[in-house]
Every structure is written in structure tokens, then in C-alpha cells.
């Protein structure tokens, strides 16, 4: 069973910086492609970025472009996203995935393994 556990959320103010790690319970070399997804209230999960195997490739959601930065250290099992300038908007709860696929994919289904989720609450 491959278990994937999300850390790093919390409250922010806007304008400020988390960083969520990713640890996965095998080698992340494992997975072909991780990615980020977040869930709102109300709302419909959606992509944040993804990161091919190597790192070589990565995807961002529009809203995030410039703001969040995804990285990944197989030597480590590890994915992380860097989140600056942080915006209200930006409140949801953060879920870690992975997939075996070697598409950057952006919808759930094209995901294997996920995380329990993390909460960001950026208040303003």
C-alpha cells in the first residue's frame, strides 16, 4: 500500500509563505509524475502543479503562476510546493498525489495515490 503524507499547511497572513512536504512510503522514483491538488469549501478539487520524474517538466495552475514553485528529491521521497505571496484565495485544503503515468496530468482520475490533505488558511 503506497501512502503518501502531507505536511507544512497551517494559518498565514496574505502576502506571506508555507512550504507543504510530501513523503512518500516508496521510492518517489516510483512515480512518474507527482502533483499538488487543493480543495476549497464548496469547491471542486482542483490541479495546482505537477513535476515529472526528474524535475525536468513541471505544470501550474494559472492562479499560481509565479507564487508557487513544485520540486521533488527522489534521494529523499520527497515532493514539496514553496508558496509565496500568499493570497485568501489561495484557503483550501492541500492534497499530495501520485501517478504512474508519465503525462503531466491535471484531473484526478489520471492520479494513483494521494495524500490525506493538508489545511492552508491564509487570512487578510
Known amino acids: 500500500q503506497v501512502q503518501l503524507v502531507e505536511s507544512g499547511g497551517g494559518l498565514v497572513q496574505a502576502g506571506g509563505s508555507l512550504r507543504l512536504s510530501c513523503i512518500g512510503s516508496r521510492r518517489t522514483t516510483s512515480y512518474a509524475t507527482m502533483g499538488w491538488f487543493r480543495q476549497a469549501p464548496g469547491k471542486e478539487r482542483e490541479i495546482v502543479a505537477a513535476i515529472s520524474r526528474s524535475g525536468g517538466s513541471t505544470y501550474y495552475e494559472d492562479s499560481v503562476k509565479g507564487r508557487f514553485t513544485i520540486s521533488r528529491d527522489n534521494a529523499k521521497n520527497m515532493v514539496y510546493l514553496q508558496m509565496n505571496s500568499l493570497k485568501p484565495e489561495d484557503t483550501a485544503v492541500y492534497f499530495c498525489?501520485?501517478?504512474?503515468?508519465?503525462?503531466?496530468?491535471?484531473?484526478?482520475?489520471?492520479?494513483?495515490?494521494w495524500g490525506q490533505g493538508t489545511q492552508v488558511t491564509v487570512s487578510s
Open positions: 498525489a501520485a501517478a504512474r503515468t508519465v503525462r503531466l496530468g491535471t484531473a484526478d482520475h489520471e492520479y494513483d495515490y
